[in-house]
């Protein structure tokens, strides 16, 4: 690499690297961890000895070595980075094409006053594409900085620059924080512990549903205790309630890990996060990146009125998902002035909802009609053929259970369709869908990247078509689709929104 | 759609050559898995009443779908482009109407396999920047025809976010 006047001195990552480095490549290493387990387990204890010392040394070579071989400069228009042990790479990463400087910060890096700063340039190549694993703290606030004046100066006139002390477009106290916990309550995580405890349960000597593990757990002579042996269904209870509070401490904690401290604020083209408890990230969210705006909610959140508020966006937030979560919980006011802040109107003014055929119930129904003619026909069979020695109700219980989902999809998906509805609110469309993932997606319409009108076999014969929207960023499009309606409403929607297309 | 701009040019069919590459490309893929069903046939149902069913059957289903589906996939398929979109309408039993705004294309292929250039048809490729359905593809145009679209909507190519 040539030495020019336009590229600054050469600099490395910060020697404590070697530290935060190593914990890294110690997690990135599963499958030594594998083989010494093996190794341990199969009775060779000094071959695991010399494997975990193998490993760690080698780690520990490695890692020095990537630090030794790793160089960046920065320069008045580009950040160069040299990185590679045997086949070097050299990076150029002009400012201008850099759309933001992400800040993250690990519990050791905390502690050692060390930030990890990644280039967000909007490509497609992945994380990697320009990441400084360890640099110090007011280093990466430095090159931010230098990043967003260089960028301020090629697009628009410097605006008031955000001052630290203007309050926070959006932020959580500790109240806000459990209470969202407490909505991350998840059912999914109730009954894997109870299929856990219900296979599992003698192994790990955990099964709240028996009475040895309430015999451990309560001292006798309590009267709760007596009362918990003495019922079954008590015990049973009990049980239960045990596992929903793991679930909701789990809820709790994982709610408080992630989004400890939150704090939305003004900056320059876009909002920044801080979040956090351990790993405390710094993001910076481009609007103009900005794709659409979903608000999700469910049925009991819904009833207090929280909302939860995220952004489909071009660039990537931590975890390499294409939304950006702008609010874990909150009121329908703090939503608008949220979304305001992006540029957006909201609420929606005078908008007309409009709802989607009841076909949408009938497909599925259709669909799941076969099963319900399974359960009828085992139901006869288990009426007609006698029960064998040893059998109890099971035989009408598998029917039983069957027709009971069946209904209770309809059940749910009848509930969903009373909800479906799409709105045309002047250059935007509007979504409605789902009862128990309720979601509204917000999409102004000079975001729309095509339009699908799709009939399918069945569909075609009812004069019903689905009507499929391409959007950029995020992934997963179930709310970016109005199931459901009659082909010509479908074709008049469709000349509407490329009328109002730009 | 006569209420978006006056005059709306009509749908046009693709050529009809598209046909032949529709035929060998199934022809292709029938050939293939008959050669697997009489592979499968002779090994495995050699013993039993099945024994060279799958053989017989399938040159049967495939002769029968070869001259009924390309046919009604090339009479669906449809294409228009007006001076600010393309409509591209296409399958036979799962009916789809597409939708670019040209504007919203990042960037575009001409593609020519084999068959493609054995029959005298080209593909045009049309990325948009979405996630869903962010590839349209305009099968069986002529090479001229293709290149021509080309150029008609990369006059429309433009970023428009930063």
Redesign the interface.
């Known amino acids: 690499m040539r030495e020019d006047q336009a590229v600054g001195a050469p600099e490395r990552l910060h020697p404590l690297f070697l530290l935060t480095g190593l914990g890294a490549s110690l997690r990135g290493t599963a499958g030594g961890y594998a083989v010494i387990a093996y190794l341990l387990f199969s009775g060779r204890a000094a071959t695991a000895l010399i494997g975990v010392i193998a490993l760690v040394a080698l780690l520990v070579v490695s890692t020095f070595i990537y630090w030794r071989r790793f160089e960046f400069r920065v320069g008045a228009d580009e950040i160069r980075i040299d990185s590679g042990i045997f086949s070097r790479t050299h990076r150029s990463i002009p400012f201008d094409r850099i759309?933001d400087v992400d800040i993250a910060q690990g519990p050791l890096a905390r502690i050692l006053g060390l930030a990890q700063v990644k280039f967000e340039t909007g490509g497609s190549a992945g994380a990697d594409e320009g990441v400084l694993a360890a640099i110090p703290l007011e280093r990466a606030e430095q090159l931010r900085l230098q990043v967003r004046s260089r960028r301020l100066a090629s697009?628009e006139t410097e605006t008031s620059s955000s001052k630290s002390d203007r309050p926070p477009v959006y932020a959580m106290d500790l109240k806000r924080l459990a209470l969202a916990g407490t909505f991350n309550f998840s059912l999914a995580l109730f009954a894997g512990l109870f299929g856990l405890t219900q296979t599992m349960g003698d192994v790990l000597g955990f099964d709240p549903f028996t009475r040895r593990f309430w015999l451990s757990v309560l001292s006798a002579g309590d009267p709760i205790a007596d009362f918990l042996l003495a019922h079954r269904v008590a015990t049973a209870i009990a049980g239960a309630l045990l596992l929903m509070l793991i679930g909701l401490a789990t809820g709790i904690v994982r709610t408080v890990i992630r989004d400890f401290g939150f704090r939305l604020d003004r900056a320059e083209g876009g909002l920044r996060r801080r979040r956090g408890l351990l790993t405390r990230t710094d993001v910076t969210l481009?609007v103009?990146?900005a794709q659409a705006a979903l608000i999700l909610t469910g049925p009991v959140r819904d009833g207090f009125g929280w909302r939860e508020l995220k952004l489909q966006s071009?660039a990537r937030d931590e975890g390499g998902s294409?939304y950006h979560l702008l609010a874990p919980l909150a009121g329908d006011a703090e939503i608008a002035s949220i979304i305001s802040e992006i540029g957006w109107r909201w609420p929606p003014g005078s908008a007309r909802w409009a709802g989607v055929s009841p076909f949408y119930v009938w497909t599925l129904a259709i669909a799941l009609s076969p099963l319900l003619l399974i359960a009828m026909a085992q139901a006869a069979v288990a009426r007609l053929v006698p029960l064998g020695p040893g059998e109890g109700s099971a035989p009408l219980l598998v029917p039983a259970l069957l027709f009971l989902a069946v209904v209770g999809a309809i059940t749910a998906r009848w509930l969903a369709w009373r909800r479906t509805a799409y709105a045309l609110d002047g250059e935007r469309l509007l979504i409605r869908t789902g009862w128990w993932r309720r979601r509204l997606l917000l999409l102004p319409l000079?975001r729309?990247?095509?339009?699908?009108?799709?009939?399918?076999?069945v569909s075609?014969w009812f004069g019903i078509a689905t009507v499929?929207?391409?959007?950029?960023?995020?992934?997963g499009?179930s709310a970016?689709i109005i199931p459901a309606v009659p082909r010509e409403t479908a074709?008049k929607l469709?000349?509407d929104l490329?009328?109002k297309?730009? | 759609m006569d209420d978006l701009t006056g005059d709306t040019p009509p749908l046009l069919a693709v050529e009809p050559a598209y046909k032949n590459v529709l035929r060998g490309r199934q022809a292709v893929t029938w050939v293939v898995l008959w050669v697997a069903a009489a592979v499968a046939d002779q090994l495995l149902l050699a013993d039993t009443d099945f024994h060279g069913l799958p053989s017989i059957a399938l040159p049967i289903i495939a002769l029968i779908s070869l001259t009924t589906a390309p046919q009604r996939i090339y009479s669906r398929l449809r294409y228009r482009l007006t001076e600010r979109f393309l409509q591209v309408l296409r399958g036979w039993l799962l009916h789809t109407d597409t939708i670019v705004p040209l504007v919203r294309v990042q960037h575009l292929d001409v593609t020519r396999g084999p068959l493609d250039k054995l029959f005298g048809t080209a593909t045009l490729v049309v990325h948009t920047a979405g996630t869903h359905n962010s590839i349209v593809t305009l099968p069986g145009l002529s090479p001229e025809r293709a290149a021509e679209i080309r150029d008609v909507i990369r006059e429309h190519v433009r970023t428009d976010f930063a």
Not at chain 1, 449 to 457: P, V
Not at chain 1, 468 to 475: D, E, L, P, Q
């Open positions: 759309q697009t481009p103009k990146r071009l294409g000079d729309l990247q095509s339009i699908d009108i799709k009939e399918s076999l075609r499929v929207f391409g959007v950029a960023g995020g992934s499009y970016r074709r469709r000349d490329l009328i297309t730009p």
